[in-house]
């Protein structure tokens, strides 16, 4: 079991900035890829960014140039630098790792953190 606790959320006006942070706990051992996903009122959640272990990034198109994550594998923590922020990106914001144990593949989820950016 792998355990997740985001911080970092809150209200910024448009063109402001926020980094989001998760610690990961538990079974961390078996962590590969950690992302972070988000989800708007009244729509379904959506990938924002993913690091592998390794350090390899992917990011969905509306975030590329204003979002970067960042990994840090010594403290298990996984963080999101959002920069010019847009009324658009609010929506409660998830960590998710995904870890392989024994062959088998389990994805994990924080609570979640809200972002909400006003214009």
């Known amino acids: 079991q792998v355990q997740l606790a985001e911080s970092g959320g809150g209200l910024v006006q448009s063109g402001g900035s926020l980094r989001l942070a998760c610690a990961a706990s538990?079974?961390?051992?078996?962590?590969?890829?950690m992302g972070w996903y988000r989800q708007a009122p009244g729509k379904e959640r959506e990938l924002v960014a993913t690091?592998?272990?390794?350090?390899?990034?992917n990011y969905v198109d509306s975030v590329k140039g204003r979002f970067t994550i960042s990994r840090d594998n010594a403290k298990n923590m996984v963080y999101l630098q959002m920069n010019s922020l847009k009324p658009e990106d609010t929506a409660v914001y998830y960590c998710?790792?995904?870890?392989?144990?024994?062959?088998?593949?389990?994805?994990?989820w924080g609570q979640g953190t809200q972002v909400t950016v006003s214009s």
């Open positions: 998710r790792t995904n870890s392989v144990v024994a062959g088998l593949e389990y994805a994990y």
């Open positions: 538990g079974s961390v051992f078996s962590i590969n890829v």
């Open positions: 690091i592998t272990r390794s350090g390899s990034t």
